[in-house]
């Protein structure tokens, strides 16, 4: 009877490896869930020696045309969707899955992509499993990616689990586009209206304050701080000034920026971060139903690939993108690992939706938890729909009343002076 040696994950969530007598892997696979273990990696073990080490071998093939092949940038979203829809075609018809990724190597145009699957190549011709050979470029292929992988090799399923892989990072990213999309109008009028209210505070209240200070006006407190506010911005405000103002204003955005993902590098700063902005009205509820779409689709994908539920809540929470989530996901993890419940921590972490934490709990007492958590993305999706067009309703009369603030006040600084001379002009005609 053929040994394999295996890879497998306890009931605690430790790695435990060994060997174990079965008549084929799949008998391998089930004697092992059996004993309580959900195995990762399954091989046998060639003429009763050792097994083949899951790594290149040292010496490389050449590659064709011994040229350079430099590459920049990632891989865009689109080119891994399509790779991965091709390559579960390919393994459908049943080619070699050597031969198909050659195929889509050679059809790929120079770039990123084609120097990883040549790489790729390379290790599965030298002995590397799939799953294995794209863990080794986690730019272009996440953890996610590479344990649904696996989980597909061990499962003899890879062309169903990498037709549900495309289907994920669609759906994932028709999300993200939908939000971004929404945004550019608002980003583009704020930016334009910015650019505008400084054009003017930078070349017209100058002239304004020629003329005022021509007719000798007593100029109001409201125009005082306009005139210094133009000062400012010119960079002539006081003789210590060395940068002007319209430099900090260009500069603002990128500062903000920086000094934000400064602050999400460090675990307290982004702990805050992502708690504040859950607690900001309508965006704050836009945020926590994206990221319930985004943690539910990611988990049920997951199991329904076969990837074990430990694992997978692991791999969940490091791509859930909010440390309130990581934080309750941990806590689902801990309890799976004692022996309790999903739905328990998850309620009393109160992150989400009374309605959602109802359906992980029917997931669980009925199997079907990665039919539930799919069902409950594909709402989420919908309502982040509303969310988003619930948000555009409120920012554009938010806009309206901020922008027309701003130029009602530039206004009235300039137009208080303008009485006050034509009061004086009046006054003069009058005394003679």
């Given at each position: 009877?053929?040994?394999?040696?295996?890879?497998?994950?306890?009931?605690?969530?430790?790695?435990?490896k060994?060997t174990?007598d079965?008549?084929?892997?799949?008998d391998?696979i089930?004697?092992?869930?059996?004993d309580?273990?959900?195995?990762?990696t399954v091989?046998?073990?060639k003429?009763?020696?050792?097994a083949?080490?899951?790594?290149?071998?040292?010496?490389?093939?050449?590659?064709?045309?011994?040229?350079?092949?430099?590459?920049?940038?990632?891989?865009?979203l689109k080119r891994?969707?399509?790779?991965t829809?091709?390559?579960?075609?390919l393994?459908?018809a049943?080619?070699?899955?050597?031969?198909?990724l050659?195929?889509?190597e050679?059809?790929?145009?120079?770039?990123?992509?084609?120097?990883?699957?040549?790489t790729v190549?390379e290790?599965?011709?030298?002995?590397?499993t799939?799953?294995?050979?794209f863990?080794?470029h986690?730019?272009a292929?996440?953890?996610?990616?590479t344990?649904?992988?696996?989980?597909?090799?061990?499962g003899?399923?890879?062309?169903?689990i990498?037709?549900?892989?495309a289907?994920?990072?669609?759906?994932?990213?028709?999300?993200?586009?939908?939000?971004?999309?929404?945004?550019?109008?608002?980003?583009v009028v704020i930016l334009?209206a910015?650019?505008?209210?400084?054009?003017?505070?930078?070349?017209v209240?100058?002239k304004f304050?020629?003329?005022?200070?021509?007719f000798?006006?007593?100029?109001?407190?409201?125009?005082?701080?306009?005139v210094?506010?133009?000062?400012?911005?010119?960079g002539?405000a006081?003789?210590?000034?060395?940068v002007?103002?319209?430099i900090w204003?260009m500069?603002?955005?990128?500062?903000i920026?920086?000094?934000?993902k400064?602050?999400?590098?460090?675990?307290?700063?982004?702990?805050?971060?992502d708690?504040?902005?859950?607690?900001?009205?309508?965006?704050?509820?836009?945020v926590?139903?994206?990221?319930?779409?985004?943690f539910?689709?990611?988990?049920?994908?997951?199991?329904?690939?076969?990837?074990?539920?430990?694992e997978?809540?692991t791999?969940?929470?490091?791509?859930?993108?909010?440390?309130?989530?990581?934080?309750?996901l941990?806590s689902?993890?801990?309890?799976?690992?004692?022996?309790?419940t999903?739905?328990g921590?998850?309620?009393?972490?109160?992150v989400?939706?009374a309605?959602?934490v109802?359906m992980?709990?029917?997931?669980?007492?009925t199997?079907d938890?990665?039919v539930?958590?799919m069902?409950?993305a594909?709402?989420?999706?919908?309502?982040?729909?509303?969310?988003?067009?619930?948000?555009l309703?409120?920012?554009?009369?938010?806009?309206?009343?901020?922008?027309g603030?701003?130029v009602?006040?530039?206004?009235?600084?300039?137009?208080l002076p303008?009485?006050?001379?034509?009061?004086?002009?009046s006054?003069?005609?009058?005394?003679?």
């Open positions: 009877m053929p040994t394999y040696a295996y890879e497998a994950m306890n009931a605690s969530g430790k790695t435990q060994g174990i079965a008549t084929s892997s799949d391998a089930m004697k092992l869930r059996s309580g273990l959900y195995p990762t091989r046998e073990q003429g009763g020696g050792a083949k080490p899951n790594v290149a071998p040292d010496k490389k093939k050449k590659k064709k045309g011994g040229g350079l092949n430099l590459s920049f940038g990632g891989v865009p891994r969707v399509l790779f829809r091709q390559l579960s075609t393994q459908d049943g080619l070699p899955l050597l031969r198909s050659q195929i889509l050679s059809q790929q145009k120079p770039g990123k992509l084609k120097t990883i699957l040549e190549c290790d599965v011709e030298g002995g590397n799939l799953s294995d050979a863990a080794r986690p730019k292929f996440d953890r996610l990616y344990k649904m992988v696996k989980a597909g090799e061990i003899g399923v890879l062309d169903v990498l037709q549900r892989l289907d994920f990072m669609e759906k994932g990213q028709r999300l993200r586009s939908r939000i971004k999309g929404a945004l550019i109008y608002p980003t334009i910015v650019a505008i209210v400084t054009g003017i505070m930078y070349f209240i100058p304050q020629e003329i005022f200070n021509d000798n006006v007593k100029l109001p407190a409201l125009t005082l701080w306009l210094s506010a133009s000062k400012w911005i010119a002539s006081s003789p210590d000034q060395r002007p103002g319209v204003i500069a603002a955005p990128f500062i920026f920086f000094l934000l400064v602050i999400r590098k460090t675990g307290y700063g982004r702990a805050a971060f708690w504040i902005i859950l607690k900001i009205p309508v965006i704050g509820n836009l926590q139903k994206t990221t319930v779409a985004r539910t689709r990611t988990l049920g994908t997951l199991v329904a690939a076969g990837v074990p539920i430990l997978a809540i791999i969940t929470k490091e791509t859930s993108g909010n440390w309130v989530f990581e934080k309750a941990g689902v993890h801990d309890s799976i690992k004692e022996g309790e999903f739905a921590p998850l309620r009393k972490a109160k989400c939706d309605i959602v109802n992980i709990d029917v997931g669980e007492e199997g938890l990665d539930m958590l069902k409950i594909d709402n989420y999706d919908e309502e982040v729909d509303v969310a988003v067009a619930s948000l309703s409120l920012l554009e009369p938010f806009m309206v009343v901020i922008l603030g701003i009602g006040t530039i206004v009235l600084a300039l137009f303008l009485v006050s001379m034509i009061e004086s002009v006054g003069q005609k009058g005394g003679k």
